[in-house]
């Protein structure tokens, strides 16, 4: 599914500290999104890396793009446009342990974040227009509500509107075991393919 190029640990902390970022100290987890160059319309074909400090942890699919519910069809739901994260963006403490739409446990937005919105209709996730900084719930979360659901997905639709989705269920249930394990923000990095 995903088309993003292989990165050593070396090569995306050193990324993330040239975009201002900082690494942090063991007991923290970090998340990395890594958006691919090639954005594969509506498919997640985007990666997440998971850091204890500097420590790898995992990596994982997912997206960092709304998906064609947004993109498309954002008006029907009263909003601007469909939100789009800046990459090559640092966000510390970001996340915070919590639900999504109180049905699945989730890393919740508690930080501004700066996003632009798309309003163009085309189905592609684009950087244009002005820039908007501000807390839009945008999460990071899984594709299922069931908690019991191993599923992997291939089509984004209506999973994102602006969240960090992982895909494969059984992945993301690792990765919420271990953050909420802690119940402390989490710090992400979004990288545009570099």
């Not at 960092?64 to 469909?82: S, V």
């Not at 966000?91 to 989730?106: E, L």
Request: some cysteine; aromatic content about 12%; hydrophobic content about 35%.
């Amino acid at each position: 599914m995903t088309n993003v190029g292989a990165y050593t640990d070396s090569q995306l902390l050193e990324r993330i500290e040239s975009i201002g970022g900082v690494i942090p100290n063991r007991g923290k987890y970090m998340a990395v999104g890594v958006q691919s160059i090639e954005d594969g319309s509506n498919i997640f074909d985007d990666k997440f890396y998971v850091y204890d400090g500097p420590d790898f942890k995992m990596v994982s699919s997912g997206t960092t793009n709304a998906g064609k519910t947004a993109l498309q069809f954002f008006d029907d739901y009263g909003l601007e446009g469909a939100a789009v994260w800046q990459t090559d963006q640092w966000c510390p403490n970001v996340f915070a342990p919590g639900m999504h739409k109180g049905k699945m446990k989730a890393l919740r937005q508690v930080n501004p974040i700066n996003y632009f919105r798309d309003t163009n209709k085309d189905l592609k996730a684009e950087e244009i227009g002005p820039i908007h900084n501000g807390i839009i719930y945008a999460n990071m979360h899984g594709v299922s509500y069931d908690p019991n659901s191993l599923i992997t997905k291939e089509q984004i639709n209506g999973w994102s509107f602006g969240c960090q989705v992982w895909n494969n269920m059984k992945a993301y249930k690792k990765f919420i075991k271990m953050t909420w394990a802690r119940n402390k923000h989490v710090d992400y990095a979004l990288l545009k393919e570099f």
